[in-house]
Nanobody, 122 residues
Framework: VKLVESGGGSVQPGGSLRLSCAAS????????MGWFRQAPGKEREAVAI???????VYSDSVKGRFTASKNNGNNTLTLQMNRVKPEDTAMYYC?????????????????WGQGTQVTVSS
């Protein structure tokens, strides 16, 4: 599967931004998919993870502010980011891979997109 992110950019604190990820190619129906981010000098962390059963889990740092969705019809993921904070500044990645019943915040994918930069500053 190939993953291509778009929609990153600069936004002021408290603002909104919407990221998209287009997935193409074969993907097993039991795969997990999700959004990750990596800030400079920090480890890559999960933001929102989709399970094959349609359950979405969020990291505590974005819960209530970010909304992730997955459109199986056109193989697109979106991440709606609201009330953003400077600490949300990071490179955001779309990801996919085997996981089955382990599609949670601790899941680690084997396929990554190239990433899209999000910068939150005034």
């Amino acid at each position: 599967v190939k993953l291509v992110e778009s929609g990153g950019g600069s936004v002021q604190p408290g603002g909104s931004l919407r990221l998209s990820c287009a997935a193409s190619g074969y993907q097993d129906a039991s795969n997990c998919m999700g959004w990750f981010r990596q800030a400079p000098g920090k480890e890559r962390e999960a933001v929102a993870i989709f399970s094959p059963l349609g359950i979405t889990v969020y990291s505590d740092s974005v819960k209530g502010r970010f909304t992730a969705s997955k459109n199986n019809g056109n193989n697109t993921l979106t991440l709606q980011m609201n009330r953003v904070k400077p600490e949300d500044t990071a490179m955001y990645y779309c990801a996919a891979g085997p996981g089955g019943s382990y599609c949670n915040i601790h899941w680690r994918p084997n396929t990554w997109g190239q990433g899209t930069q999000v910068t939150v500053s005034s």
